[in-house]
């Protein structure tokens, strides 16, 4: 019912038809949909239900941890020092790659990610040993490239 | 006889290279680089900043710009709680923290010179450096090419506009610079924006550490150089950003110095660009190589004391690590040195009690209770750190030292904030300097027994 309220408080404040009709078009659909679809005890299936129609899909088990632990980054750009120095030149900066994966979830459809360059990460871990926030980034790496992100046509761009 | 040092920052670092030559057998143990790989570009022992209060560059009544001793001895007097008032008391002797400053300076060049990073400076004279921000930097000491910029020696500044390079913008730096030369009042030094004509190829990855990459192939400074023939007057600085190569950096700055007769220089510069900070860890490293000590990968997890009394670390992965003595150089919240947990802020090693800026305890209380509302407020948490008797050994929560053989430097010590002070590398390397002193000295008398006070 969160949708309503919000549409409802969004409607007295600015009194605009708009507002109302962009409250009908995603919040009023959404919370139809969640009151259609329920299907109890298996979230994954409840999570279908309500954001599938929206494009939106639950984080496989190996995207989750690694975007868990990637959420931990200072942004300090120490990986992308160290790798540079190794000479690579992999399709991701070794940095956007990790805060890539930690917006994974939440952003899937807007990572503006550079497009694809160079060859692919060749797994040295150099930036996962310089890493002061303990990520392993050449993990993150390998499983971004696996879900395709960085490709010229991947979902991220 | 065998030392653990715990961090290879700074502190750690100079540490465990005093004790190598000092004849010890060091063994140094390190997670990631430290927080100095994060520096800009300067080693501030006495930091002054135009643009905060609490940081005067110049005398409140004469209006003349205070020189860095004279900083040195602010430091001493102002800030009780600052490693300085600890080390240097407050006497008005200025001569003996002077060269124990300058001593220590002169020892870390002479560490780093070999492996292609110069250190210079005094604290005799300032420098005012740029920032890529455009703002200014007074500095005591720092590294090439950064300390090239200096303003108070240039006769003309022209910035280097790299199109399209990540995190710079020339015009806007040259805009900033040329209000802030206003508005301080320094003599006039005219800036402008030069485009140098760039090599095929120099650009086609924006980001700084690959440029500076490319830079250190020798084809690729020599067209640098030649793009930049003609763009400053000799006597004028030349202003980069931080991409004059990362091992070959001195050779790059002298192909473009060669070239145009102009100091080839850097702006300090910051994360995720702070190329200083990583050429001074790499400099480290390979001065740490050399020196012979040996590296162990991985993190400690905890501080132990045998039944014969001695100490024992505990790592994540590897086994146990035992030695005669273990300096604590483990830095603060980004790299793991204190922890800030929901529930209580500690220091995960050996859970030596922490201090403020006032003295008080702030741990095992939550982050958020030890507070202050109030935008620019002074933050407990970020002056937090252990407190150490006059040999830098953490004092338990008795007062007396938690074991004689534990030594403790750098960012880990609490009392000042390195951020706001900025005096972090300067606190670095004087009390990783003291500490190998404290191990030496603790070590090579007759032992007593533990827990005395001397």
Redesign the interface.
């Known amino acids: 019912m969160r949708g309503y309220r919000g549409f409802l408080r969004e409607l007295l404040r600015t009194g605009s038809l708009r507002a109302l009709r962009f409250q009908l078009q995603t919040g009023a659909l959404h919370t139809l949909r969640q009151l259609l679809g329920r299907q109890a005890g298996d979230p994954v299936a409840e999570f279908l239900a309500s954001y599938g129609p929206d494009g939106l899909r639950p984080p496989d088990p190996e995207t989750r941890r690694l975007g868990l632990q990637a959420e931990a980054c ?5 990986c ?2 160290e ?3 190794q ?1 690579g ?1 992999p399709p991701l ?1 070794p ?1 956007d790659a990790v805060v890539a994966a930690a917006r994974l979830e939440i952003d899937w459809l807007r990572l503006g990610l550079s497009p694809s ?2 060859d692919p990460c060749g797994a040295c871990s150099a930036c996962t ?6 990520i392993p980034i050449h993990e993150v790496q390998a499983h971004l490239a696996s879900l395709g992100v960085g490709e010229p046509d991947s979902p991220s761009r | 006889m065998s030392v653990a040092v715990v961090g290879a920052g700074l502190a750690g670092a100079s540490a465990a290279l005093a004790l190598a030559e000092a004849g010890f057998e060091v063994v140094l143990l390190a ?3 430290g ?1 100095s ?2 520096s800009a570009g300067t080693l501030d022992v006495a930091a002054a900043s135009p643009g905060i209060a609490t940081l005067p560059w110049r005398d409140a009544l004469r209006g003349s710009p205070l020189l860095p001793r004279e900083r040195l001895a602010l430091h001493r007097r102002g800030a009780g709680s600052h490693p300085y008032g600890q080390f240097f008391g407050a006497a008005e002797h200025v001569a003996r923290p002077e060269r124990e400053v300058e001593a220590a300076v002169a020892r870390l060049a002479a560490w780093l010179a070999p492996h292609g990073l110069d250190l210079v400076g005094s604290l005799g004279e300032n420098r005012l450096l740029p920032t890529v921000a455009g703002t200014l930097h007074v500095a005591d000491f720092a590294f090439h090419p950064a300390a090239d910029a200096d303003l108070l020696t240039a006769s003309a500044l022209a910035v280097v506009e790299l199109p399209g390079l990540e995190g710079f913008d020339g015009r806007a730096l040259a805009r900033t610079l040329t209000r802030e030369i206003e508005v301080l009042g320094l003599p006039a030094c005219p800036v402008r924006v030069v485009y140098p004509k760039l090599p095929e190829g120099l650009l ?2 924006p ?1 700084p ?2 440029v ?2 490319l830079l250190d192939a020798s084809e690729a400074r020599a067209a640098l150089a030649k793009a930049c023939e003609g763009l400053a007057e000799p006597g004028a600085v030349l202003l980069f950003p931080p991409v004059l190569g ?2 070959e950096t001195r050779r790059v700055a002298s192909a473009i110095a060669d070239a145009t007769g102009a100091r080839a220089a850097e702006a300090l510069a910051f ?5 200083a900070g ?1 050429r001074l860890q790499r400099a480290l490293d390979a001065a740490l190589a050399a020196a012979g000590v040996r590296r162990l ?1 991985g ?1 400690a997890r905890r501080l132990l004391e045998t039944d014969a009394g001695t100490l024992r670390l505990a790592r994540e992965a590897e086994g146990d690590l035992e030695a005669e003595a273990v300096v604590l150089a483990t830095g603060r919240y ?3 040195g204190l922890r800030a947990d929901p529930g209580a802020v500690r220091e995960p090693l050996a859970g030596l009690p922490l201090f403020d800026a006032d003295g008080r305890r702030i741990d095992g209380i939550p982050a958020r209770r030890s507070a202050r509302k109030g935008y620019g407020n002074e933050q407990p948490l970020y002056s937090a750190g252990v407190r150490t008797d006059r040999r830098l050994r953490p004092l338990a929560a008795h007062g007396r030292p938690r074991h004689a053989q534990l030594f403790a430097a750098g960012d880990l010590l609490g009392g000042f904030d390195p951020a706001r002070e900025r005096t972090g590398l300067g606190v670095a390397l004087l009390s990783g300097l003291r500490a190998a002193r404290a191990v030496t000295e603790s070590l090579r008398r007759p032992q007593r027994r533990h827990g005395d006070v001397p």
């Open positions: 200072l942004v300090c750009g120490l992308t020092l790798c540079a120095q000479r030149r900066d940095r360059v160079g040993h310089v890493c002061p926030a303990g | 997670a990631a680089p927080a790989a994060l086609r990855d980001r550490a690959r500076a990459t990362i091992a994360p995720p660009h702070a190329l990583f990968p993190r980004a790299s793991g």
